[in-house]
Each structure stands twice: as structure tokens, then as C-alpha cells.
């Protein structure tokens, strides 16, 4: 499993809708929010393809994963995190540290923290699609 952290980053965000299967024309229109921090964790699902005879497992990928999480503090009065609710299909564009990443998927949870400052914090998982990963 390898990883990129993302700091000092913007994010341009664009819901797609529900999940229902595909990824939909736009609703609405993009939102672009500064994030204090974006973790994304790549990983590989394997299952093992050896003979009952075998001494060791013989591991093959069977699907390349990804789970982005996006933190940001949570301004007063804000609509950004009002628009998003878990399962909602967006697509997103992150520009940070030398890197642009591009990419669509699903929310999968949501989580505010209300502290000194509040903090919102994001999940995405991926909808059938990898990210585009390239340096700036």
C-alpha cells in the first residue's frame, strides 16, 4: 500500500448526484475550498491463484483500490458541506505541493467536528475509476 499526502491544497469539487449505477451530468456547479490536509491511501486487492499442493500462497491483484480523506475547517455558514451528503457522486480536481490529482467517486462518510476550529472531514472512495496522479 503506498501513499500521497497532500498539504497546503485546493480542491475544486463537483457533486454528480446519487449513486444509481453511472456517474451523471453535473448538479450544480463546482465548488473550489481550501483544505488543510488530503490523505490518499492506493492499495491492491490480491487473492491467492495457487494449487492445493502448493507450500506458498501465489498472490494475484484482482482490483487496484484507492480512499481519499479530505480535511478542512468548517467555516460559519457555509453551503459546501450542506450540498454533500454519503452516497453522493462527485468528481474532483486537487492542486498541492507540486501535484495535481484528478479523479471521481463516492462519499462514503462524513464527519464534523465541532472544536476550536471546527474541522469537516471527508471520505471518497472510488466509483469505477482510478486518479490521475501527475506532477505540476
Same mark, same amino acid.
Not at 463546482?30 to 488543510?36: H, I, M, P, Q, R
Not at 494449487?51 to 468548517?74: A, H, S, Y
Not at 474532483?92 to 476550529?117: C, L, W
Given at each position: 500500500?503506498?501513499?500521497?499526502?497532500?498539504?497546503?491544497?485546493?480542491?475544486?469539487?463537483?457533486? !454528480?448526484?446519487?449513486?444509481?449505477?453511472?456517474?451523471?451530468?453535473?448538479?450544480? &456547479?463546482?465548488? *473550489? @475550498?481550501? @483544505?488543510?490536509?488530503?490523505?490518499? /491511501? !492506493?492499495?491492491?486487492?490480491?487473492?491467492?491463484? #495457487?494449487?492445493? !499442493?502448493?507450500?506458498?500462497?501465489?498472490?494475484?491483484? *484482482?482490483?487496484?483500490?484507492?480512499? /481519499?480523506?479530505?480535511?478542512?475547517?468548517?467555516?460559519?455558514?457555509?453551503?459546501?458541506?450542506?450540498?454533500?451528503? *454519503?452516497? #453522493?457522486?462527485?468528481?474532483?480536481?486537487?492542486?498541492? &505541493?507540486?501535484?495535481?490529482?484528478?479523479?471521481? %467517486?463516492?462519499?462514503?462518510?462524513?464527519?464534523?467536528?465541532?472544536?476550536?476550529?471546527?474541522?469537516? #472531514?471527508?471520505?471518497?472512495?472510488?466509483?469505477?475509476? %482510478?486518479? *490521475?496522479?501527475?506532477? &505540476?
Amino acid at each position: 500500500m503506498t501513499g500521497l499526502l497532500l498539504k497546503d491544497a485546493v480542491m475544486t469539487i463537483l457533486s !454528480q448526484g446519487t449513486e444509481d449505477g453511472t456517474i451523471g451530468p453535473p448538479v450544480g &456547479s463546482a465548488v *473550489t @475550498v481550501c @483544505v488543510d490536509r488530503i490523505r490518499i /491511501m !492506493q492499495s491492491r486487492e490480491v487473492v491467492d491463484a #495457487s494449487c492445493q !499442493q502448493d507450500d506458498f500462497p501465489v498472490n494475484r491483484v *484482482t482490483k487496484l483500490g484507492w480512499e /481519499m480523506t479530505v480535511e478542512m475547517k468548517l467555516e460559519k455558514g457555509g453551503t459546501f458541506a450542506a450540498s454533500l451528503q *454519503t452516497n #453522493s457522486l462527485v468528481s474532483f480536481d486537487i492542486t498541492a &505541493s507540486g501535484y495535481n490529482v484528478e479523479g471521481a %467517486g463516492i462519499v462514503t462518510q462524513i464527519e464534523a467536528t465541532f472544536d476550536n476550529p471546527s474541522t469537516l #472531514s471527508i471520505t471518497i472512495a472510488p466509483y469505477g475509476s %482510478g486518479l *490521475t496522479v501527475t506532477a &505540476s
